[in-house]
């Protein structure tokens, strides 16, 4: 475990990571003002492909948040680095980005879905 010290917008938060942790998430620990916890991610709405994760490759959020914009479609040729989903969070855009060249199979997220840190959010083939 690793404890850090991070300062947003004034307010100080003790956070303790656990390395190799199954579920990516770190709780933070109490301080004199704690943040609002991310809301839940609620069941998948129906997906904007024929089929849910029908790619090899998984696109996964990197934080929680939720889903700000759709950058590409089902179909698109993408490259290493370009915006696959865009989400919102703490009032920041933050892209999640096509890992490795290929073709987008599916977007399995629509604009304002809640999204976890590690959701699958889309696929490439």
């Given at each position: 475990?690793?404890?850090?010290?991070?300062?947003?917008?004034?307010?100080?938060?003790?956070?303790?990571?656990?390395?190799?942790?199954?579920?990516?998430?770190?709780?933070?620990?109490p301080?004199?003002?704690?943040?609002k916890?991310?809301?839940?991610?609620?069941?998948?709405?129906?997906?904007?492909?024929?089929?849910?994760?029908?790619?090899?490759?998984?696109?996964?959020?990197?934080?929680?948040?939720?889903?700000?914009?759709?950058?590409?479609?089902?179909g698109?040729?993408?490259?290493?680095?370009?915006?696959?989903?865009?989400?919102?969070?703490?009032?920041?855009?933050?892209?999640?980005?096509?890992?490795?060249?290929?073709?987008?199979?599916?977007?399995?997220?629509?604009?304002?879905?809640?999204?976890?840190?590690?959701?699958?959010?889309?696929?490439?083939?």
């Amino acid at each position: 475990m690793k404890n850090y010290t991070i300062t947003v917008n004034g307010n100080v938060y003790d956070v303790t990571v656990e390395e190799g942790a199954s579920s990516g998430a770190a709780a933070p620990a109490p301080a004199a003002a704690a943040p609002k916890a991310a809301p839940k991610a609620a069941p998948a709405a129906a997906p904007k492909s024929s089929s849910s994760g029908a790619g090899s490759v998984k696109i996964e959020a990197g934080a929680a948040g939720k889903v700000f914009k759709i950058a590409a479609n089902v179909g698109d040729s993408v490259k290493t680095g370009d915006a696959v989903v865009i989400i919102e969070a703490m009032k920041m855009e933050i892209p999640v980005v096509a890992p490795k060249d290929g073709k987008v199979a599916s977007i399995d997220c629509s604009v304002g879905d809640p999204c976890a840190a590690g959701q699958l959010l889309a696929t490439l083939e």
